[in-house]
């Protein structure tokens, strides 16, 4: 059972696999000669990906919080700015904005449970 477990795994690589040594003796992996400016090329197409998967769930929020989310949390590839930035730029307390974002999130958690719930 566990030769044929492994069967199906059999030609799956790793990017952290070796493919040779270098002058110097040292082992080069796949990761190694990949052509990526970013090395962590994985980690950004992750959180992409998650960005990807939040929007989907804000059309439950009004037009206020979705600003306030997107500039908060630096998404649509926008700095992150603080509360008291955000505030000063809708012309509202801090508190209010700290208010209208765990309002926001509470939505968005509130969205996301009820669709995995249907997966």
């Keep these: 059972m566990y030769f044929r477990n492994n069967k199906k795994r059999s030609k799956d690589i790793s990017i952290n696999d070796s ?58 590839d926008k700095d992150e700015i603080t509360q008291k930035e955000i505030a000063k730029k809708l012309g509202i307390s801090r508190s209010y904005v700290s208010r209208i974002e765990k309002r926001a999130l509470t939505k968005i958690l509130r969205e996301f449970l009820k669709h995995s719930k249907d997966v």
């Design 19 to 76: 493919v040779g040594f270098d002058k110097e003796g040292n082992e080069i992996t796949i990761l190694d000669i990949l052509k990526t400016p970013a090395p962590d090329f994985a980690l950004d197409i992750h959180k992409d990906d998650n960005i990807a998967d939040l929007k989907t769930y804000f059309s439950v929020l009004t037009d206020r919080e979705k600003k306030i989310i997107t500039e908060r949390y630096g998404l649509n």
